[in-house]
């Protein structure tokens, strides 16, 4: 018997075929065009020169991460309307100010996340891996992992890619480039996706050197619907490109941080190999060991909070710009403050100082 989330597929990618979109066309010609949105910024749109704006100074800097389960009819009914309403709640929060500097956004698929980018307001839009795109392989051809690329055809496996990585990124400060690579391995209905890393380039005021930004989405566990050796093993293979990827296109000495959805929860296994491929602080294990050095108004159990959640937020060290997060919050987790309930997954935002390092003359050494 097929599996119901594959006919689920094959019904989704009959209609999201080209003679599907085109009689969908005829019967929505009169509906009125949404907006256009900004340009989103590609590996293809040619990079921007940077230079500092602004006095140079600490400057506190917020991040959101949030998977929008943006996932095309039928595979989840009703998508379209809540991604409009993600777009009008960060609305709301700019018009009070409180929107944050940048989001990063995993399964954004569908149309509508034109319609939520165009809402937001956010001036700046980055897209990741697109769906035909294809990367080297990051290992050595003596190296490279005896993994058969399709072994669970009927979950997905060996179909293609029919949807891009579905990463974005939402900024109020101007995007100098953007990166990407497209992950090699995977592991069941993942595989219908062209998940990926994106990596972009921010010029935000006060700083003397740009803040690197990256944005990826690992491999799920049950949902791909493959036993575990086989979804942990595509997991695992991501995080080694991840590691490639970040150490090879990466600016030396850059300030970095990084989010997204790693699908480590419950999964230490998970966790701690992302951590040896490349590791980096992050946020909820910062704040959770050391509670005085940030405001943390998501409640931590047990003894690993990180491993509560799919979503982490860490960062890495500038050689000129010192990092360290000074409040982390839920937003659209169903609380009063947080907003309602728009995903499978709440937004996780954290606010950063971002503090120059002065440079020091070095003397000029006496003869």
Known sequence: M?????????????LLSPAAASFAQVRTQDIPIVPAIPAPTTEETPPTPFTPSGPIQPVEFSVMTYNV???????????GSKLKAIGRELAALREKGLQPDVVLLQEGFRDEVSDLIELSGYPYVAKGPRKKQRDP??????????????KYIRKG????????????VLSDHPINWVKSHAYRYCAG?????????MLVSLQVPGLPTP???ADT?????????????????AHHLQAEELGHFMETDRTPGAPLIVGGDFNVMHAPDRYDYVMQRYPFDVVSQ??????DSCDAKISADGDAPWLDTQDLIGFKQGDRVAIRPVQVEARFDGSTTGGPVLSDHDAYEVTFRLTPVPVLAIPPRKP
């Not at 989405?217 to 093993?233: D, E, F, I, Q």
């Not at 910062?286 to 509670?291: A, G, M, R, S, Y």
């Open 217 to 233: 989405h690992l491999n799920s566990k049950g949902a791909s619907g493959v036993p575990r050796n086989r979804n942990r093993m």
């Open 157 to 168: 496996e060996g179909w293609g890619k029919w949807g891009s990585s579905g990463l974005w």
């Open 189 to 197: 209905l993942d595989c219908l996706a062209n998940k990926g890393v």
């Open 69 to 79: 389960e943006g996932l095309p009819w039928p595979v989840r009914m009703g998508r």
């Open 2 to 14: 097929i599996d119901r989330r594959v006919l689920i597929a094959v019904l989704a990618a009959t």
């Open 211 to 213: 803040v690197e930004i």
């Open 137 to 150: 392989n990051p290992f050595a051809k003596d190296d490279r992992p005896r993994y058969k690329k399709v």
């Open 286 to 291: 910062v704040c959770f060991q050391t509670p």
